[in-house]
């Protein structure tokens, strides 16, 4: 995975609060946190997915859709809104461990790698969501997701692992880039005994 393509990701944190808050307002309970869960999980999981390549498939932005809408309408019905540093942490908690159990299964991971990738998601969101309580003016207006100032935090941290996870991009092979030798004798009187 090239973590250059991964850095764009942040924009779509942002982005994607505001096209939620544009179309549902203020998170104020469980529906309208799955309503703008489900906007803001559809441009992220989008833009992690153009990010991502041939990585995974069409299921990534569909489960982080889902996920997000999930963990948004979960934290508010058991934190309310998040409208004080608390609740925004614990949303940003549970949120991330949702939709980072639900990209673990997209991407196949054994039970331990999944389970990493989950905590990081939240463990990352529930920090962005803290720097994003110090820095926003406007905490109380119940945002379904962090800030950029949060966002960066959240994919620096989510793309450092995803690229251990997921392991380097892969270089080309010696055989690609050169033509293809010859068999010699001794190699073709192997495969025709």
């Given at each position: 995975m090239s973590f250059l393509r991964w850095i764009p990701t942040f924009l779509a944190f942002p982005l994607g609060g505001l096209l939620a808050m544009l179309a549902v307002g203020s998170v104020t309970d469980s529906m309208t946190a799955l309503a703008a869960g489900v906007i803001a999980g559809a441009i992220l999981g989008g833009?992690?997915?153009?990010?991502?390549?041939?990585?995974?498939?069409?299921?990534?932005?569909?489960?982080?859709?889902?996920?997000?809408?999930?963990?948004?309408?979960?934290?508010?019905?058991?934190?309310?809104?998040?409208?004080?540093?608390?609740?925004?942490?614990?949303?940003?908690?549970?949120?991330?461990?949702?939709?980072?159990?639900?990209q673990a299964v997209v991407l196949g991971a054994r039970l331990r790698v999944g389970m990493l990738w989950a905590a990081v998601v939240a463990l990352s969101w529930a920090a962005a969501w803290v720097i994003t309580s110090f820095v926003i003016v406007d905490l109380d207006r119940g945002h379904v997701v962090f800030g950029s100032s949060g966002a960066v935090v959240a994919m620096v941290l989510t793309g450092l692992v995803l690229r251990w996870i997921l392991g380097p991009r892969p270089k080309r092979r010696e055989s690609q880039s050169r033509p293809a030798q010859q068999a010699s004798p001794a190699d073709l009187a192997t495969t025709e005994a």
């Amino acid at each position: 995975m090239s973590f250059l393509r991964w850095i764009p990701t942040f924009l779509a944190f942002p982005l994607g609060g505001l096209l939620a808050m544009l179309a549902v307002g203020s998170v104020t309970d469980s529906m309208t946190a799955l309503a703008a869960g489900v906007i803001a999980g559809a441009i992220l999981g989008g833009a992690q997915w153009l990010a991502l390549g041939r990585t995974v498939d069409w299921r990534w932005p569909v489960a982080t859709t889902v996920a997000f809408g999930a963990g948004s309408a979960l934290s508010a019905a058991l934190f309310g809104p998040p409208v004080a540093p608390v609740a925004a942490a614990l949303t940003g908690l549970v949120t991330g461990l949702l939709v980072g159990a639900a990209q673990a299964v997209v991407l196949g991971a054994r039970l331990r790698v999944g389970m990493l990738w989950a905590a990081v998601v939240a463990l990352s969101w529930a920090a962005a969501w803290v720097i994003t309580s110090f820095v926003i003016v406007d905490l109380d207006r119940g945002h379904v997701v962090f800030g950029s100032s949060g966002a960066v935090v959240a994919m620096v941290l989510t793309g450092l692992v995803l690229r251990w996870i997921l392991g380097p991009r892969p270089k080309r092979r010696e055989s690609q880039s050169r033509p293809a030798q010859q068999a010699s004798p001794a190699d073709l009187a192997t495969t025709e005994a």
